[in-house]
């Protein structure tokens, strides 16, 4: 079965500074996606990653795909309060279902 | 329609108790897919409709779990007999390619 691990699970940063989170998966795909759910809310849709190289930037948030590292990044710059949500990635390997991390919360602190 | 809907939004049931809960998809949205997610959890996968095919159940839990989805559109899934351990929130997602899933709002089940 699929695996796939963020990392880190809980991340709490002051505003203003840098970070990355980590998605490592264990099988071949070339379709990742990040999502953002904020608390007791659905998930919303962030970046879609088609293909291997992909770079997708929306405000502060950048995320890359790399698969032959099997590997996505989802970059925070200059973090703001706002940002402050659990953010999951998801791998699509035969498009029958998504495969999700485990999450990774993060606190971002004034 | 616009979203993916779902309902109800919160149900509190008695342990031992059926209950239903109901996702109608965006329109045109060829493949459907339940979830579950326990507090502070990830998201279990449940079950999956794509079009007419047979469904993907290989994530129901037990045989207490069962959805159907009639004629390609809504889909209801069902918890019979239920347990504590089944409080969580149920969510719906569908898409119509690679795009990505669009999650409903989910339902939150607590069973007391």
């Known amino acids: 079965e699929l695996k796939v691990e963020q990392n880190p699970l809980f991340l709490s940063m002051q505003e203003g500074k840098n970070y990355t989170i980590y998605c490592n998966y264990s099988?071949?795909?070339?379709?990742l996606y990040w999502y953002r759910q904020d608390p007791g809310k659905s998930l919303e849709s962030l970046f879609v990653l088609l293909s291997n190289g992909a770079v997708k930037q929306e405000g502060r948030l950048m995320a890359s795909l790399d698969t032959k590292a099997r590997l996505s990044t989802l970059h925070i710059t200059a973090a703001v309060h706002d940002l402050s949500a659990t953010y999951f990635c998801a791998v699509d390997t035969n498009g029958n279902q998504f495969y999700f991390g485990t999450g990774t919360s993060l606190t971002v602190i004034p | 329609g616009a979203g993916v809907s779902q309902s109800p939004s919160n149900k509190v049931t008695e342990k031992g108790k059926d209950v239903e809960l109901r996702c109608d998809p965006i329109?045109?949205?060829?493949?459907l897919y339940w979830y579950r997610q326990s507090l502070g959890q990830g998201l279990e996968f449940l079950i999956y409709f794509q079009g007419n095919s047979a469904p993907d159940k290989s994530g129901l839990p037990s045989d207490r779990f069962s959805a159907e989805r009639t004629g390609g559109s809504v889909s209801t899934l069902t918890i019979q007999r239920t347990q504590q351990e089944d409080s969580a929130v149920y969510l719906c997602?569908?898409?119509?390619?690679?795009?990505?899933?669009?999650f409903g709002s989910g339902t939150r089940l607590t069973v007391v």
């Open positions: 329109s045109g949205h060829t493949a």
């Open positions: 997602a569908s898409t119509g390619g690679y795009y990505g899933y669009t």
């Open positions: 099988t071949t795909s070339d379709r």
